[in-house]
């Protein structure tokens, strides 16, 4: 059971790694998610806002620009799809005119567009120097103009950074060389980002206390399914340390009848002969009983291993049972029990020797608990593709509370059930019947009625069907 504890800590273990990742990753995922689209929204609105002061300067807005322009419109357009579009130049003479001369996208419908993604927008006209010319902002920038960035605008047209002020805010900044001679040369757009990053910082806090409540369910969950994935395994402990005990009290008792027996023989050598000739017989009645069950739980063993060979074939009931019952007539004649085949046809799929030992099973069971004067019908017949064999028996039947378990191993109702013989039987009869059965694809079936007798039939797959 310590082993079986251990290995529940490990898969428990297993499983809280396995979902951790999982929790790991919908987290990491949603934050980059969200911080993804912010960037890409910010900087789109940082172009819109661009093109927008392009036109209002009378300068030509550059095609990177207007791409951008026409995609700050196209999600608006989905976000708000209410809202009529920005007019459109309708006449050719306003679409061959000069861009600085086109009507302004946002004639009408400017105000509507300008959400809070660009009123939060800062403009900074500068000239070559980096200094600002003029202020247009209803509100003081949080930061004054970046002559780096200036720099690198002059150089390469644009340029795009992101800055962290001293008090940690982080602001984008879009840089861009204005495209006409006269008014400012550069046009630096920024945007604070400390609400961005306030909602990325709540949000983070949302999925550590979601992702930590889930650890403590996800913890509970793992251990109960740790439990669940083992129960077969305990079960079969279970049942393998029944079995063993079992095991070792059925092979105790013939062993020490072997030794006290041996050991009154040996003392009776000389002097009783006809005494030591009995002991000598109840040892080797003891040990044919022990051969034979060590044989049972070999057999079972494979059986469990699903090692045991079979090699099946087409079997003729009707031989088959002929020879059967023929072989086990002296024994029932033996025990004055009337053993007869009523009938049989057919031929099903299973294995010749494995066939006979179950047949030999039920019938050794069936005259065990059969008293002297009674019957025994053997009969077969095929169901459609099934075949299908019969033992019946007018023994003193099975109590309805012991059926459940007369197919368990070691299980014997033998204070129910009076033996004609007073032979000892080990308990596994049936449960190797069973399995040898099943190992063939077949099924077994016992009805039984105190006082009436006791029915068991044999499923196998029919030959030919």
């Known amino acids: 059971m310590t082993m079986l504890k251990r290995l529940r800590w490990q898969l428990t273990g297993l499983y809280m790694l396995a979902a951790l990742a999982f929790i790991v990753l919908l987290i990491g995922g949603t934050y980059q998610l969200l911080h993804t689209y912010f960037q890409q929204t910010t900087d789109l609105g940082l172009q ?33 799809p209410d809202k009529p579009p920005p007019r459109q130049e309708q006449d050719h003479e306003a679409a061959e005119a000069p861009e600085h001369m086109r009507p302004s996208y946002e004639d009408d419908h400017a105000e509507e567009f300008y959400d809070g993604e660009l009123s939060a927008i800062f403009v900074l006209p500068l000239n070559q120097q980096g200094e600002l010319i003029f202020d247009p902002n209803p509100y003081t920038p949080p930061i004054p103009p970046d002559t780096a960035a200036v720099a690198v605008a002059l150089e390469q ?20 060389r204005l495209t006409r001679d006269d008014g400012p040369d550069v046009l630096q757009l920024g945007r604070a980002l400390f609400e961005q990053e306030r909602v990325l ?7 550590l206390g979601l992702g930590g409540g889930s650890v403590l369910v996800l ?11 083992l129960v077969p395994a305990q079960q079969a402990w279970e049942r393998q340390q029944t079995f063993v005990a079992h095991a070792s009290h059925e092979l105790r008792s013939p062993l020490a009848l072997i ?6 023989a040996l ?9 030591t000739s009995m002991l000598i017989t109840d040892i080797v009645g003891e040990c044919d009983y022990v051969a034979h069950l060590v044989d049972d739980l070999l057999l079972l063993s494979r059986l469990d291993a699903g090692r045991l060979t079979l090699e099946r074939s087409s079997i003729c009931l009707n031989e088959f049972l002929t020879t059967t019952v023929r072989q086990v007539s002296p024994l029932a004649e033996e025990q004055q029990i009337d053993i007869h085949l009523h009938h049989a046809s057919g031929h099903v799929m299973a294995d010749p020797t494995r066939l006979r030992q179950v047949l030999l099973i039920l019938v050794d069971n069936a005259l065990q608990h059969t008293p002297a004067g009674g019957s025994l019908t053997i009969r077969a017949e095929i169901h459609g593709k099934q075949g299908q064999i019969v033992v019946s028996d007018s ?11 007369v197919f368990d191993r070691f299980y014997q109702v033998d204070d129910a059930r009076t033996r004609s013989d007073g032979r000892r039987g080990t308990g596994l009869g049936l449960s190797i019947a069973k399995m040898l059965i099943e190992a063939q694809g077949g099924h077994v079936r016992l009805t039984s009625t105190p006082g009436v007798g006791t029915r068991v039939v044999v499923l196998l797959p029919a030959s030919g069907v």
């Open 219 to 229: 913890g509970s969950g793992s251990w109960w399914l740790a439990g669940r994935s």
């Open 201 to 207: 910082d709540q949000l983070m806090l949302i999925l």
């Open 259 to 264: 030794r006290s027996s041996a050991e009154a």
């Open 267 to 275: 003392r009776r050598l000389t002097t009783d002969t006809n005494r």
């Open 48 to 80: 819109h806002k661009m093109a927008h002061e392009f036109r209002l300067l009378g300068a030509p807005v550059p095609p990177e620009l207007m791409a951008a322009d026409r995609d700050w419109y196209a999600n608006r357009a989905i976000l708000f």
């Open 395 to 405: 023994g003193c039947g099975i109590p309805a509370e012991h059926l459940p378990h």
């Open 157 to 176: 047209g644009y340029d795009w950074r992101t800055i962290t002020l001293e008090n940690g805010t982080r602001v984008r900044l879009f840089t861009y």
